[in-house]
Nanobody, 112 residues
Framework: QVQLVESGGGLVQPGGSLRLSCVAS????????ASWYRQAPGKERELVAA????????NYADAVKGRFTISRDNAKSTVYLQMNKLSPEDTAVYYC?????WGRGTQVTVSS
């Protein structure tokens, strides 16, 4: 069955960086777009970044443009989210999405 497993979250100070990973299985990853979403407490889930099948087409939420980078390695069935210059407003559970499925999420907390 389809599985998406996120990792790489944690506690980081403002201005710091984290790299999230999501390993996909159960479908042909290389033929599907992938995305990262996040959900902060009391807020709706929102799109953070998305990437096309070849990795060249990307788009980002305005709030993260210039700070976050989405990438993928089709050979490893993995999508990444490099997050730099993190701020407390980035605190949320981050979810990987593809073909209508979601992972369980990884918590990112930005706090001093």
């Amino acid at each position: 069955q389809v599985q998406l497993v996120e990792s790489g979250g944690g506690l980081v100070q403002p201005g710091g960086s984290l790299r999230l990973s999501c390993v996909a299985s159960g479908f042909t990853f290389s033929r599907n777009a992938a995305s990262w979403y996040r959900q902060a407490p009391g807020k709706e889930r929102e799109l953070v970044a998305a990437i096309g099948t070849d990795g060249r087409s990307t788009n980002y939420a305005d709030a993260v443009k210039g700070r976050f980078t989405i990438s993928r390695d089709n050979a490893k069935s993995t999508v990444y989210l490099q997050m730099n210059k993190l701020s407390p407003e980035d605190t949320a559970v981050y979810y990987c999405g593809a073909i209508g499925s979601w992972g369980r999420g990884t918590q990112v907390t930005v706090s001093s």
